[in-house]
């Protein structure tokens, strides 16, 4: 196989997996059990829980200043304690909608 080949092979592999599902909520959801779950608890169930000062996502929705702008703004800022994940738009979005629906 030539070198050219092969790296194409690689980039169509690596470019697969996500776009697929980071449509809508239910995209959001694996996203954030894939990304988020080591710190965050992202489940609807059990709500409103803090873990070592990590909000859950139920938490994070439940609050009154949290809007679809705030989390856009939040995840596309570096943090101190969370990993900058250099989401593109539309994981953005999927997150943003799936923390947003388990208000
Ligand atoms: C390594 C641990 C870690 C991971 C992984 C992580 N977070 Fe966080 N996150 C934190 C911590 C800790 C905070 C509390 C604020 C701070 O100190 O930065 C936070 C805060 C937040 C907030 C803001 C809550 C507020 O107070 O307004 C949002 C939104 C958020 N995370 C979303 C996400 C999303 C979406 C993912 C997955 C793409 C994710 N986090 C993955 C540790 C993490």
């Not at 239910?26 to 070592?52: D, F, K, S």
Request: glycine share 6%; aromatic share 4%.
């Amino acid at each position: 196989m030539t070198r050219l080949k092969r790296t194409a092979i690689v980039m169509a592999l690596a470019l697969l997996p996500l776009p697929v599902v980071a449509q809508g909520p239910r995209g959001g959801a694996a996203l954030a059990e894939r990304w988020c779950m080591a710190c965050h608890n992202v489940e609807a169930n059990p709500p409103r829980t803090v873990t070592n000062g990590t909000p859950s996502f139920a938490a994070i929705a439940a609050r009154p200043e949290t809007t679809p702008a705030s989390l856009d703004g939040y995840l596309s800022t570096g943090h101190t304690r969370m990993p900058d994940f250099a989401l593109s738009p539309s994981e953005k979005n999927a997150l943003i909608t799936y923390i947003l629906s388990l208000r």
